[in-house]
Nanobody, 130 residues
Framework: VQLQASGGGLVQAGGSLRLSCATSGRTFTYAAAWFRQAPGKERELVAAISWGDISIDYAESVKGRFTISRDNAKSTVYLQMNSLKPEDTAVYYC??????WGVGGTATTPPAFPGEYEFWGQGTLVTVSS
């Protein structure tokens, strides 16, 4: 699976951006996620969507502002980011895993660590000015 992230840019606080992650494979066959990494900080999970879009989870810091979604026809995963804050400034990465969290009797929360994801796109920079 190859991932290609895009959509980053410079936006004022309170504004919106939509990130896209185009994939080479059939997107519904794996779980996907968006991570971000701010300067001097560790990469953190922002949002995740399970196999088959059955479950979705968000970091507390973005709940109510960010929305992850998937368009299987376009093989693309999106991250709609609204009400952006300066602390959202980071390089954003899309990732994918064959982990079946959120499906049936498996774990109800997504893998939270970068090492648990097998596939990564390049980062796209999001800068939010105050």
């Amino acid at each position: 699976v190859q991932l290609q992230a895009s959509g980053g840019g410079l936006v004022q606080a309170g504004g919106s951006l939509r990130l896209s992650c185009a994939t080479s494979g059939r997107t519904f066959t794996y779980a996907a996620a968006w991570f971000r990494q701010a300067p001097g900080k560790e990469r953190e999970l922002v949002a995740a969507i399970s196999w088959g879009d059955i479950s979705i989870d968000y970091a507390e810091s973005v709940k109510g502002r960010f929305t992850i979604s998937r368009d299987n026809a376009k093989s693309t995963v999106y991250l709609q980011m609204n009400s952006l804050k300066p602390e959202d400034t980071a390089v954003y990465y899309c990732a994918a895993t064959h982990n079946t969290w959120g499906v049936g009797g498996t774990a109800t929360t997504p893998p939270a660590f970068p090492g648990e994801y097998e596939f990564w796109g390049q980062g796209t920079l999001v800068t939010v000015s105050s």
